[in-house]
């Protein structure tokens, strides 16, 4: 795979391994403790981790599924790929669900139903049709609590897309990483199949392995208060990239289904008219009437 998911490539994972052995990626302590806090918070006992395997073969779902112990009730882990490994240690689980699927089509958002807790970790920015900001709106009424890990983007003052800026750009600006497999020539490579179509007939310039959105940390806050998710606490790793990237910094993020949403212009007329109405004995009227 490419520079867009960093040191990692699209034959990670597919290979056989025996149960007990390696991922290919040892899970980051950041995003264990980010689970850790989250359990705190929230209590979880039910969850679903999209896009959980590449190179960690479910490790954060499997350390989810251990805070909640015997008081799990059902762990999902949704995928477009699911990796031998992942498949195996879940065997060891029978709480542990796996769902095939991309991540933001109607097929996963039926076989997760309602859990009280979902894992984004390093997917949001890849998202696109429904993109990060839809898919997010999709799948809140799906849950409770998001716990999110992002490569969030501070360069530009609004979010954008990566693709749109050619692949100059993207390389000096978002190619954090460079090694055999994310090689310059790869990028240019994908940047001239973008009109291609692959087998489900997505456009290869949506392609979910490349990072795709430059998300403003701020933006993504404000979407969700916006839909009654409230940020209950959020840790900032910077220079994630090294020092020549400090416009890319991985974020974790909790939020919580709020008890008392922010509402928008429209609402808080409703609100205070609702209220008055209350007050004046109007709505006790209208209700007898
Ligand atoms: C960068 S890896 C992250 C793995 C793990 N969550 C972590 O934090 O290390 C992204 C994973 O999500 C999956 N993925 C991302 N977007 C997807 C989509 N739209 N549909 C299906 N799978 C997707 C990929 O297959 C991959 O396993």
Known sequence: MTVTLPGMSARAGTREKPLGAQSEVPPKREKLELLDTAHELTDFRSFA???ACWGVDGAYTFHAASLCGSELERAVIVDGNLTHLTRERAKEHPRVELVQALLGSRQAL??????DALIMYDILLHQVKPDWDRFL?????????????NQNWLKTPRTIRFVDRGVDWYYRNVYVWEDDWNARERLESWF???HERDEDGRLERDNHWYWQFGIRPLELIRLLAKNGFELVYMKRHRHAFGR?????VNDGLIFQRAAYPELDIRGRVRARARSLAERTGLLERFRRS
């Open 137 to 149: 709106l999709n799948w809140l009424p799906h849950t409770n609590a998001l716990i999110v890990f």
């Open 244 to 248: 020549s990237r400090p416009w890319i």
């Open 192 to 194: 001239s199949r973008h």
């Open 110 to 115: 039926d076989a997760v139903g309602e859990v």
């Open 49 to 51: 981790d999209l896009g």
